[in-house]
């Protein structure tokens, strides 16, 4: 999972990270890197720093440190050594590497009328690790059917708690088709290259043989697109929560598509208590609701409804 971002560091960094136990290297959900700044990498919900001696530690003091020549070295290899040929990714804010990594960047701000126009002297990275678990739609999926009919669906859970993951194998599990559902056409609206982590346009990741993916295009008007033109059975996208995305759903569920999406947020009452997402959800788009959480590990169904907002788990 880790080899296809170790290739891209620079060699000195990737030496720095040696010293990490093997096992700890694995298990990286984010490794951040700071210019002259103390490396940190992510991982079970805990932020440690990268020390010479003893691996991690979650103290700061005697930490190897994320050179200035390490940050143009790394920002050289992710860019291909033209940021030129980079400058949409840089404009939004990540470029997506090989294997459907997400490597985030933050600097200096370029605008242009009032917009941004790319990101210069890049000063911060954050290398997100795209996992691919295969079956983590396993004991979900057939919570999402009713006689042999896919319930639009809204994912609502915090960060780094397995939306993006469940997503993905939700695509692939449908495209398949399972003994709950049969195979159905799916498109992806994917803005932020994290569902099938496309690269060049093409999935990295597994989602499926019947998938289309759009890639790095806005959701409300992605959805529209694939409406039009690519006649999906189902829809899915991430993040949902401007107005917009609400027209581009009920237009969805109008034309007889399921819809499934996810939301950041710690429950549906929090999500209910933000005006634009809680018209979305009095349209009546969804029929199922789902929270995740990370306990006792990333993933956890902590919670499940109907369209009527009751708890169906009982």
Known sequence: MMEDILRVLPDSLRTKLKFLPSEELEQIEELRLRIERPIEYVGGGISRFVKERG??????????????EEGAQLLSRLSHH???MMEEEMRRGYITIQGGHRVGISGKVVLEDGRVKLIRDVASFNIRVAREQKGAADKVLPLLTERGQ?????????PQCGKTTLLRDLARQISEGTKEVAARKVS???ERSEIAGCVGGIPQKDVGPRTDVLDAC????????MIRSMSPDVLITDEIGRSEDGYALEEATHAGIAV??????RDLKDIMRRPTLSRILQAGVFQRYLVLSRRPRVGTLSGMYDEHFADCRR
């Open 218 to 225: 806005p959701k409300a008007e992605g959805m529209m697109m």
């Open 55 to 68: 691996g991690g530690t979650e103290r700061s003091e005697g930490a190897l440190m994320f050179t200035k």
């Open 188 to 190: 992806i609206v994917d």
């Open 150 to 158: 896919l319930l639009s669906t809204l994912i609502i859970s915090p």
């Open 82 to 84: 033209s940021l030129y």
């Open 260 to 265: 499934i999406a996810s939301v950041h947020g």
